[in-house]
């Protein structure tokens, strides 16, 4: 049987919070509440994979099965925790997911570019009214 070290770090400086999360193999986000976790988006952006709560925007970041799991318990939890950290490739090809995910979807030229064209939609609608 292979375990899981967590390790609970208290609070750090966001700067230690990014050197954090690149150094771990997996993140972790059971929150049922969060609309677009940044905690998420900030660890893709390290190439580390998150296994969060199927509920609310979790489905809408997460590729379960790909950059992460959706997982609906604890023990489901637990079992995607330990499938990842006992498999170094397949842990390996979360990692490069997660990292081509955030590039692809949440990389600062990409939204600034998405902004700019609902701005430009926005302001020819206002103007053609």
């Not at 770090?9 to 969060?34: P, Q």
């Not at 580390?48 to 318990?73: A, Y």
């Not at 604890?74 to 490739?89: G, Q, T, Y």
């Amino acid at each position: 049987l292979t375990t899981a070290q967590v390790v609970n770090v208290g609070f750090r400086s966001r700067s230690e919070i990014s050197h954090l999360i690149a150094a771990s193999d997996v993140s972790i986000n059971f929150s049922s509440e969060e609309n677009l976790s940044m905690a998420i988006i900030e660890s893709f952006a390290a190439g580390t994979p998150v296994i969060g709560l199927d509920s609310g925007g979790n489905k809408e970041i997460i590729e379960s099965g790909q950059s992460g799991f959706l997982v609906q318990s604890s023990n489901e939890l637990e079992d995607r925790i330990l499938e990842l950290s006992s498999d170094s490739v397949t842990l390996g090809k979360f990692s490069a997911a997660s990292l081509k995910h955030f590039r692809s979807n949440y990389a600062a030229k990409k939204v600034a570019s998405e902004y700019l064209s609902l701005y430009k939609q926005r302001i020819g609608n206002h103007i053609k009214k």
